[in-house]
């Protein structure tokens, strides 16, 4: 069977802010058991609403709704409702988890450390560790790879299209893939067996259903003495979008599983007013 061809990300984008000047109504609340609430009912109307600015015309729409509702005014309801969703923008907890991390991507970033210290920090420590080919799984928008003479090739590779637009480094080959494809049996057919020397997951184990399929398939695309290397916190990631908490030792064990030689070294970079501890996993491919 040839090998899947990978769908590559070409496009350019800039990370910008464009949650600032949201603008929430909050629907009058009806009063128990009125026609207000037989409406709200019927209808499945949220009482809060959030538009881009206060000028949108989602607002006027909001506020037309909101006086059909008094009114008991219940033929115009619908159309008011469909006008609104045109130009609402949804609530982040009832979108998908692809949405969710689209809109992470293009949100300027809420750096990781004091002026991103930690980041630097963590970037030197890895880039001396990387040689040879190098893949960057879940990479989002920021490598912890930096460009070394050691390093002849790096892939970054995630499930978010608008992380990939914004990766710091757009000349880098990047390949939208969701690696939950991988805890459901399905193998990397585009990369050839022992073909990266280097694999580097950075805060996002964590979010795998399954990670033992995926590191087993790490096995694979690694050379003889490749290498996977894996940073996580213990209380650190997206409390809604978290599968379990990062562990060490079952990080560890998961790696030894799959038939990596493993050492764990405790990373010391701290954050204020974090109780989280920062940890390297090694897995050697023997």
């Known amino acids: 069977m040839s090998p899947?061809?990978?769908i590559y990300v070409t496009k350019i984008a800039e990370r910008v802010p464009?949650?600032?000047?949201n603008y929430t109504l909050i629907l009058d609340p009806p009063e128990p058991l009125s026609h207000d609430e037989t409406l709200f009912k019927k209808y499945n109307i949220e009482q809060k609403?959030?538009?881009p600015n206060a000028r949108s015309e989602g607002v006027l729409y909001c506020q037309q709704l909101n006086k059909a509702i008094k009114n008991n005014n219940e033929t115009c309801v619908p159309t008011l409702l469909k006008k609104i969703e045109e130009f609402a923008i949804t609530p982040i907890e009832k979108r998908s988890e692809s949405e969710q991390w689209a809109h992470m991507?293009?949100?300027?970033p809420g750096d990781w450390g004091v002026l991103g210290e930690n980041k630097t920090k963590l970037k030197k420590i890895i880039?001396?560790?990387a040689t040879g080919k190098v893949l960057e799984p879940m990479a989002g928008f920021h490598s912890y790879f930096d460009n070394s003479p050691n390093i002849s090739e790096i892939i970054a590779l995630d499930f978010c299209e608008e992380a990939l637009e914004r990766y710091d480094y757009p000349d880098r080959k990047r390949i939208l893939y969701d690696l939950e494809k991988i805890c459901n049996g399905e193998k990397f057919n585009f990369f050839e067996d022992e073909y990266f020397q280097t694999i580097g997951v950075f805060f996002g184990v964590n979010y795998l259903t399954n990670p033992i399929p995926v590191y087993k398939e790490f096995q694979r695309i690694l050379s003889p003495n490749g290498k996977i290397l894996i940073v996580g916190g213990t209380n650190s990631g997206y409390y809604d979008l978290n599968k379990?908490?990062?562990n060490p030792l079952e990080t560890s064990a998961d790696l030894q599983h799959s038939g990596f030689t493993t050492s764990t070294q405790p990373l010391a970079l701290r954050e204020k007013h974090q109780n989280t501890e920062y940890y390297l996993i090694t897995g050697l491919k023997s």
């Open 18 to 21: 464009t949650y600032r000047g």
């Open 244 to 246: 379990k908490w990062f």
């Open 49 to 51: 609403f959030t538009f």
């Open 105 to 108: 991507a293009v949100q300027l």
């Open 4 to 6: 899947e061809i990978p």
């Open 127 to 129: 880039t001396k560790l």
